[in-house]
């Protein structure tokens, strides 16, 4: 039960009062509370981390966004995953490559079916499952 809503910035909300799943509402910093419940129609995130290196090894941290942009790659990628704080849903976008590159994933990743491989001009979407431990990918190329 939510008391009072107020919008301040595009990037802040402020709810004072009120409770969620018996967690009362009202401190000022994101750490107070611990909510097991949330219903929502609807969850944009305001952000989308941009990995602009495109060769050799790249460092994919999860901690600071669950949605990565890795620019178009080249030649041998190797990516290093740094966890999330907690069980995730996590997606990482590969734009289109012009040419032929070759990715090496870290050894916690597991595939469900196919292993995913690029195509050429083509943008693909990994999304993932982290449970704690290891990362359970599905990979999807633009037809």
Same mark, same amino acid.
């Given at each position: 039960?939510?008391?009072?809503?107020? %919008?301040q910035s595009s990037g802040n909300t402020v709810i004072t009062g009120g409770s !969620?799943?018996?967690?009362? /509402?009202? $401190? !000022?910093? &994101? %750490?107070?509370? *611990?909510?097991?419940?949330?219903?929502a129609q609807t969850i944009t995130f305001n952000s989308q981390v941009n990995n602009a290196t495109t060769t050799g090894a790249i460092t994919i941290n999860w901690t600071t966004s669950n949605y990565q942009? @890795? *620019? $178009?790659p080249t030649g041998t990628i190797t990516y290093t995953f740094t966890a &999330? #704080?907690? +069980?995730?849903?996590? @997606? =990482?976008? /590969?734009? *289109?490559?012009?040419?032929? @590159?070759? /990715?090496?994933?870290?050894g916690n990743l597991y595939? =469900?079916? $196919? #292993?995913?491989?690029g195509t050429n001009?083509? $943008?693909?979407? /990994?999304s993932m499952f982290y449970d704690g431990t290891n990362y359970? *990918?599905?990979? %999807? #190329? @633009? +037809?």
């Open positions: 039960m939510l008391k009072t809503v107020v %919008s !969620i799943d018996g967690t009362p /509402i009202g $401190a !000022i910093t &994101p %750490s107070t509370g *611990a909510f097991t419940t949330l219903s942009l @890795q *620019a $178009a &999330p #704080t907690g +069980v995730s849903h996590l @997606q =990482l976008f /590969i734009a *289109a490559p012009a040419t032929a @590159q070759t /990715i090496n994933w870290p595939w =469900l079916g $196919a #292993t995913w491989t001009n083509k $943008a693909s979407v /990994i359970y *990918a599905i990979g %999807s #190329t @633009q +037809v």
